[in-house]
């Protein structure tokens, strides 16, 4: 055996440790699933949609708490996230808060729950495609606390990420503890999900909007009504709890101040649409940058690196206290959102310098591992930008009426559909948080250009991005099945070892019993690998080669026109010796279609 084989071999070997797991309580869904008729399981929607309401109410109690005693050092549950927060009476010492947090964040992910790390999303959908609708209970109570530490301590992230999980969470557990079938999972976890989100907005259309476009993996009556009821469910509670009115109030916006007659002003909004798109697409890659720069280059602990980012968050929150007289990074930023809303008084300046403070701030918590959304800065982004540029427009042209606080609501919604790639959900939540329908036409045409822009310069969603960068691709639609979405690496098995083919049977088959992790041996000859023996069977000659981003059905119908009973998986990588990844046999491709059938079936 050449030495090039025998690493092949050793490396392959030692892959096989690694291959694909079953997913966490994927045990206890092994027996048949019970079946529910639409009473019981609307039911089981209502009792989402209450615990989805109950936790954004405690969640935002809980950052309530934690914001007061850690910055202003004083235990109360009084906390108004639209008003500024006062001086610190640590002085310069608040710089040393964020560090805290991200001491105890740093535990409790590393000791608990790494899902609890970042902004919560792409876990779920990824739970959603490749998990078969299964999350872990203790991530529900793990992504709370860290959540609220890291907002309470001053993070720059949002709450909506974490509501998302926790109502998830809970949503997989129950249809887990039922036995539910794996579609009916799904349908609770987006339950959960739509009703977090609809609960801590007021935001109950919008809620079920980004469910329909993040969450479910299908949109029909059996899962779309469940979802409505859970949505409307945690949206009462919300109210109950914090009141009728929206998240935002607008004095300006009584008067109408958009004419569609005036094309001058819509082609103004067309503007700010580009502008935006590109702000989302810096968004999502300087967040993720700021992740490599982290792990590579600062390296270290995870405690290390997060407490080294979130010093910088600290001193930059602070020096903009001592600059211009409020934190504005801190938190949610919803006081500054507010501020604009209401009438900005300082220079648009100063509004591109915070929109620049608060992307780097977001970058830095998220990047060197806080835990929350970014659906709050998002907001904060597109209302400066949005802002700015319309007070810029109404210096240019005095004789046209130039909304700033139009433009920044457009701005705000451009920034969340672009980013997060829900541009639907986006408008309405936009509208339901602001309760005005004077802008929804320019804000419909940001949306729209701001989504066409950053899908242009990023394919990826800031949610998606995160689940491509570890291999796991989603569905770009709401596809008939979207299992066939998944790639070869996802369904291939990895206990191979490649050796020389002109070794003896006997010798193959010692193979076997010197490597018990093996399952198959890939014969590699002059002209590459041309045959693959399975334990236990003799070799099989009618081979083909399979890119690892192929999908089901696209290696389906490689192996069925070249006639081949095993694909041997690459990286696809160019030259003579493309890295073998594993093997993909008939068998393999039958089972997947099977299992594809579960999403969208109770038989299973």
């Known amino acids: 055996m050449s030495a090039r084989s ?17 997913p966490p309580g ?14 019981i399981f609307s039911l089981l929607s209502v009792i989402v949609g209450v615990v989805a309401g109950a936790g954004a109410v405690l969640f935002r109690g809980l950052i309530a708490v934690l914001h007061n005693l850690l910055l202003l050092g004083r235990f109360s549950f009084v906390y108004d ?31 608990f729950a790494p899902e609890a790390r970042g902004h919560g999303v792409p876990e779920v ?82 809620g079920l909007l980004f469910a329909v476009e993040i969450m479910m993996h299908e949109v029909s009556a059996r899962t779309l009504v469940p979802v409505i009821i859970s949505t409307a469910t945690a949206t009462y509670i919300g109210r109950v709890a914090f009141g009728t009115h929206p998240s935002f109030v607008i004095p300006s916006f ?6 569609i007659q005036n094309l001058l002003v819509l082609v103004c909004y067309a503007g700010l649409g580009i502008l935006v798109g590109l702000l989302s697409t810096l968004f999502i890659r300087t967040v993720y940058w700021f992740e490599d720069i982290f792990e590579k280059r600062v390296g270290g602990s995870y405690y290390r690196q997060h407490m080294i980012g979130m010093a910088f968050v600290g001193l930059l929150f602070f020096s903009l206290m001592q600059g211009f007289g409020h934190y504005y990074t801190e938190g949610v930023g919803y006081s500054a959102v507010q501020e604009i809303l209401t009438g900005w008084k300082h220079p648009a300046m100063l509004l591109l310098l915070l929109c620049a403070a608060k992307l780097l701030a977001t970058g830095l918590t998220l990047g060197s591992g806080g835990s ?33 606080q139009a433009f920044a609501v457009a701005g705000m919604a451009g920034m969340v559909g672009g980013s997060t790639g829900a541009a639907l959900a986006a408008i309405v939540m936009i509208f339901e948080m602001t309760l005005n329908y004077n802008v929804i036409i320019p804000l419909t045409l940001t949306v729209a250009i701001a989504w066409e822009v950053r899908k242009a310069l990023s394919p990826e969603s800031i949610y998606t991005f995160k689940l491509v960068r570890r291999g796991h691709r989603m569905p770009d639609a709401l596809e008939t099945n979207a299992y066939y979405g998944r790639r070869a690496r996802d369904l291939m098995n990895k206990r191979v070892a490649v050796v020389e083919a002109s070794l003896t049977p006997a010798e193959l088959r010692r193979r076997f019993v010197d490597h018990s992790d093996v399952e198959y041996l890939l014969l590699k000859g002059p002209g590459g690998i041309g045959a693959v023996m399975p334990r236990g069977h003799e070799p099989i000659k009618n081979v083909c080669q399979l890119g690892a981003d192929l999908t089901l059905l696209d ?29 993909i046999t008939r068998e393999h491709l039958a089972n997947a279609l099977a299992e594809s059938i579960e999403h969208y079936d109770d038989a299973i």
Not at 555 to 575: F, N, T
């Open 555 to 583: 290696s389906l119908k490689q192996m069925h026109h070249s006639g081949a009973s095993i694909g041997i998986v690459s990286d696809g990588a160019r030259g003579a010796h493309p890295s073998v990844q594993g093997v």
């Open 81 to 111: 996230a639209n008003t500024w927060t006062p001086r610190s009476p640590w002085g310069a010492g608040v710089i040393l808060v964020p560090v805290l947090g991200a001491i105890a964040v740093a535990w409790l992910v590393v000791n």
């Open 26 to 39: 994927s045990r206890s869904l092994a027996s048949p699933p019970r079946r529910l008729g639409t009473l």
């Open 254 to 259: 009584e008067t109408l101040d958009f004419k």
């Open 125 to 206: 959908m990824d739970a959603i495609h490749y998990q078969k609708g299964v999350i872990r209970p203790v991530v529900a109570v793990i992504k709370s606390l860290a959540s609220a530490i890291s907002i309470g301590s001053g993070g720059s992230v949002g709450r909506e990420g974490p509501i998302i999980q926790i109502g998830a969470s809970f949503g997989s557990t129950l249809a887990q503890t039922l036995r539910l079938a794996a579609w009916e999972r799904m349908t609770l976890i987006a339950c959960g999900a739509g009703g977090g989100i609809a609960a801590t907005f007021n935001t109950p259309v919008g």
């Open 6 to 22: 025998g690493e092949n071999e050793k490396n392959a070997v030692s892959s096989g440790a690694a291959n694909r797991k079953a």
């Open 372 to 404: 929350g959304g970014i659906f709050s800065p998002a907001l904060f982004l597109g209302a400066t930008l949005g802002s700015a540029y319309g007070l810029g427009l109404a210096r240019m042209f005095p004789a046209v009426a130039i909304s700033p």
